[in-house]
């Protein structure tokens, strides 16, 4: 191989470390499995130290599936071991004369690739995960997660906040006599499974918040509500507003009613009639119908003291069917409040 290239040797994660710290190199080859620090360690390092160059991962693996996992990730190009010196050399000419197919994305190394590689190893470890000075720790026994530690969490829920937290410093420590305790028995594949589900969820959330905030700035989200309302026979007007009675959106037939007036006082009835129901021992309201000489007005919360919405109404209307819109609206929009 002197022909095309010059190599050094390594017995050891630390090793390798000096003299990468001392040399550049534009292809490092580690095994996983190796005595005291693996290569998850050297790995790990070279993350640190935002490593541009390429990494072959030599694996005794006779698990197809557990090889194709890592594949996976997307950050190594992976060879199962035994294989001939041959066919070794021409890998390392082919990786070595493509441009950047093989440079290692260090954003896909994160946390719970670092889990899915010593679960696959079977490894028993101590993860220590520094999040901008707060330190947490994951404790694995044989590949399994057993306990999690965080800030003021513990368990399950210290895990979701570590595997949550983005641009973390990993490090992986021995054990030395530690007696942990065990709070997660979930077997790994489900118990990861289900991070992964609520965090999409999570995010999905945040981003359905985000969106309505936007359209509820723009009144869009709203226009549904109104729409079914104008069907009604007998409608007049109707509005959405904030706990202060300020209209979000509104709608009116007449030219007489204004509804920015009517909910702030709308909210002053509320008040009125929750403080009356609490003192008669009846609990506490959130729907307020009023009759006039020539109109009807019904109330209901959406969120108490955040959201309500109101409508306005001829006398001789079918209340009914505006307390079913009503409804199905204020369980559609009580979760973005």
Known sequence: MSDFLSADICFSVDEAIKKIEKNKYDLIITDIRMPEKSGIDLILYLRKKSYMGKIIVMSAYSNEIDIKKIR????????SKPFKLDWF???????????????????????LTVLQIINIERKSLIIKVNCKGQEGFIYTKNGEI???????????????????RKNADISLIGYKNQKIKTTIKTPFNELILTIVKNMDEQINKNNNKEKFEEEKKEGKMFDEFFKEMETISGFVAAGIYDGSGKILKSISTSRDITFERVGKHAIKLYKAAREVCEKMGIGT????????????????????????????????????????????????LQPQF
């Open 72 to 79: 996976s990730f997307g950050i190594l190009e992976i060879i």
């Open 285 to 332: 309201t959130n729907f307020i119908e009023t009759h006039t000489e020539n109109f009807t007005f019904v109330h209901t919360c959406i969120v108490p003291g955040k959201a309500a919405m109101g409508v306005l109404l001829k006398k001789n209307v079918n209340i009914g069917i505006v307390r079913f819109h009503m409804k199905k609206f204020v369980e559609a």
């Open 146 to 164: 057993i306990q999690a530690e965080f800030m003021n969490y513990e368990g399950k829920d210290a895990l979701m906040e570590l595997i949550q």
């Open 89 to 111: 050399i021409k890998k390392l000419k082919a990786i070595l004369s493509e441009d950047e197919e093989n440079l290692v994305n260090f954003d896909s190394i994160d946390l």
